[in-house]
């Protein structure tokens, strides 16, 4: 038990600073473009409670889990764009909606680069902070790598309904009811229908790994 909850303290501060600063570069993008609604709404916080969704942070996570799923798969509360505040709605739309994944391998570069500093650090402290760094990483790239997938109403879908000619875009965005759909049954039914088939490490695993790569180089861990 003590394992597994020291396991835990590693993963509880890169996860609540993941989500949070995500969602909260959303915002502030926003607010740079000229929307004023996530600051009204308080969603340019650091607070991770202003960003929970009951649903889709707890309960959703969670029953995978429970269930043994072999995918975590979570979200996090929309932050509130008004697309009436922007000049460039369509351009507007990609910077806000690629803000969050940029903030997330933003501060993975940051944690890698603060992985120098642990020569400064005495044990055991020192080692808790290394698994938390370590952690900051794959968490961040992961979530980037996630969100960017082209499906909305993730934030990779977004940016391609902004980017694509109106002729495909608009298929595309009206696929965004149905996302959180799609994206279970693409990473938790297809490999149980199709043998062999890893959605996951297609899709996640592959760039996740080219990022951390670039990252590590980035930093002079590698």
Do not use: Q
Not at 111 to 138: D, F, Q, S
Request: hydrophobic share 55%.
């Amino acid at each position: 038990m003590m394992g597994d909850a020291w396991t835990l303290s590693t993963w509880i501060v890169p996860a609540l600073l993941a989500i949070t600063l995500h969602e909260a570069a959303h915002g502030f993008a926003a607010r740079a473009l000229g929307d004023p609604t996530a600051e009204a709404l308080g969603r340019i916080s650091l607070n991770p409670l202003r960003h929970i969704d009951p649903f889709g942070t707890i309960l959703l996570p969670g029953f995978l889990i429970v269930m043994g799923a072999g995918f975590l798969f979570g979200y996090a509360k929309p932050v509130p764009v008004d697309l009436r505040y922007f000049r460039n709605p369509r351009r507007d739309m990609v910077i806000v909606s690629a803000a969050g994944p940029a903030m997330n391998l933003g501060l993975a570069l940051a944690a890698a680069i603060l992985y120098h500093g642990l020569v400064l650090v005495p044990e055991p402290a020192g080692e808790w902070i290394a698994y938390n760094l370590m952690n900051c990483i794959k968490f961040n790239i992961l979530l980037a790598v996630f969100n960017m997938l082209p499906i909305p109403p993730l934030d990779g879908g977004r940016v391609a309904v902004g980017l694509l000619p109106r002729v495909l875009a608009i298929p595309l965005a009206r696929v965004e009811p149905f996302g959180v759909l799609i994206v279970l049954g693409l990473f938790l039914v297809l490999p149980r229908l199709a043998e062999g088939f890893d959605p996951a490490g297609l899709l996640l695993e592959a760039p996740a790994r080219a990022l951390t790569r670039l990252v590590l180089f980035l930093s002079g861990l590698a």
